[in-house]
């Protein structure tokens, strides 16, 4: 299991390397079996760990003296998000290959431009460190690789308010990712040691400090409140990256963070538990209300992510308060958002390719003149909000149940659990009236003229709302 990480994390980032300097004639398909391989290695790792019975296992690898600089840890958390957030990737490659041609109605392309794959093909690589990294430093490095990532891809078009985004993006992250560092430094100062497992024989107050830390690093990487203003500019990257950067991978690191020391200290403080739900309402309820003046699909979404990640920072604080099903629906949440969202970022993609466009007062009658396209609109929006069979309803209610699990020892917290339920029922209206006004009826003039969708990114939304329809199961079986 162990060579199957290794794979995973190091194919992706020499792939990259390579895409640096083989013909240009090659890139598009040597990334995808880049991709695909490393999605492979991670779905074997999650055969091989169910076969052995799902026992977790710490791994050293690079020691300088008598400390583990870095090492990889092998459990339930980490074998299921390092599928998600590979398999998407891998998903994005295939869906970039069509989408980034000269037939592109928003932005053509002339010409396969190496650094796209190159900071793609290094992302996944790097998400599959932070997911797998047993130690504090391990995963400080590869969370600032994501950064370094992001900005070279959320700038991709190299406008000005693409490199504008793009500098904010990063600025903003790295001020929170301050957080993670001082997390770090003070828990090798405390324990002498930067392995994640020795979190748990911490004090009350040094594990205070850590956990602010790695909350404020993972409010900025996640775009909680008050670090969340960088994303809905960071819609100007190309739809592909929005799918994968702010809706499946990069965005989750922050609540990943979170959940992994949670995991490694058996808990925290309460006064975490405290500010993680509070802040998590407080941004939950703001991205609520920037639904409504939004045109732009992909602005929309991107609020849509804020709020869905407030839902997981809320069940991983839940958890603080002694709740283990707040806890798993946190972390089935993660899984199953992926998919979700990056279908419905995809499903703006698709329109934006095909129509030239992705504002919503300019289509209607997607169904009609796309029945894939629609009928993909139809699933994502049932998915994210939550709706019975598709994935995040097993989530969502996990999560909910959770909350009044939490509620009995703290009954203050009942009030936090039904404002949930609340925007949970406001953001299915909200997305329901958005579907009816844009998927059925008479095709709109921009739609009518749409052009046919690329194969690979039929395929692809095929196979995401496909995943959104098991995923949600495999989830809930997986955790138990």
Not at 59 to 74: A, D, E, Q, R, Y
Request: glycine share 8%; aromatic share 14%.
């Amino acid at each position: 299991m162990t060579g199957l990480i290794i794979a995973s994390i190091l194919a992706p980032f020499l792939g990259g390397l390579l895409v640096l300097v083989i013909p240009r004639a090659w890139i598009k398909l040597f990334s995808q079996a880049v991709a695909l391989a490393a999605a492979a290695c991670s779905l074997l790792l999650l055969i091989s760990f169910a076969s052995a019975g799902k026992t977790p296992a710490t791994v050293n690898l690079i020691s300088l003296g008598n400390t583990v600089v870095f090492g990889l840890v092998i459990d339930r958390l980490s074998v299921l998000i390092g599928l998600a957030f590979i398999l998407v990737g891998f998903l994005i490659v295939v869906y970039s290959t069509g989408y980034l041609s000269d037939k592109n109605r928003e932005h053509p392309e002339k010409e396969v431009e190496r650094r796209y794959y190159f900071f793609l093909l290094c992302f996944i690589g790097s998400m599959a460190g932070v997911v797998y990294a047993s130690t504090m430093l391990g995963m400080l490095i590869f969370f600032e690789l994501t950064g370094v990532c992001s900005w070279g891809l959320i700038g991709y078009y190299d406008n000005e308010k693409a490199r504008k985004a793009a500098l904010k993006a990063i600025i903003v992250t790295q001020a929170a990712s301050i957080g993670l560092y001082a997390a770090t430094a003070y828990f090798f100062a405390v324990t002498r040691s930067l392995q994640l497992s020795e979190m748990a024989g911490l004090t009350e107050s040094a594990k205070t400090v850590i956990f602010l830390g790695v909350l404020i690093a993972g409010f900025g990487k996640s775009a909680q409140l008050p670090f969340h203003f960088w994303l809905p500019d960071a819609m100007v990257a190309p739809t592909p990256i929005s799918a994968y950067l702010h809706a499946a991978s990069m965005v989750k690191v922050g609540v990943y963070i979170f959940a992994r020391c949670l995991g490694s200290a058996n808990g925290a403080p309460k006064i975490i538990g405290v500010i993680g739900c509070v802040c998590a309402i407080a941004t939950m309820i703001y991205g609520f209300i920037m639904y409504f003046p939004q045109k732009d699909l992909k602005k929309l979404l991107a609020y849509s992510t804020i709020a869905q990640l407030s839902y997981i920072f809320f069940a991983l604080s839940l958890s603080v308060f002694g709740s283990t099903l707040a806890f798993n629906g946190a972390v089935a949440h993660i899984f199953n958002h992926a998919f979700a969202k990056g279908l419905f970022f995809l499903v703006a993609g698709a329109l934006s390719y095909t129509t030239g466009t992705r504002m919503l007062p300019s289509l209607r009658g997607v169904l009609a003149k796309m029945p894939l396209v629609g009928a993909s609109f139809a699933v994502a929006a049932l998915a994210v909000t939550g709706v019975p069979p598709f994935n995040c309803f097993f989530s969502k209610f996990t999560i909910f149940a959770g909350g009044f699990e939490a509620a009995k020892t703290e009954p203050l917290l009942l009030i936090l659990v039904i404002i949930a339920m609340f925007e949970s029922i406001g953001s299915f209206a909200w997305l329901f009236w958005i579907f009816s006004s844009t998927v059925p009826g008479e095709p709109s003039e921009e739609v009518a003229s749409a052009t046919a969708l690329a194969p690979s990114m039929q395929a692809v939304l095929i196979a995401l709302a496909g995943l959104t329809l098991v995923s949600g199961f495999f989830a809930a079986n997986w955790i138990g």
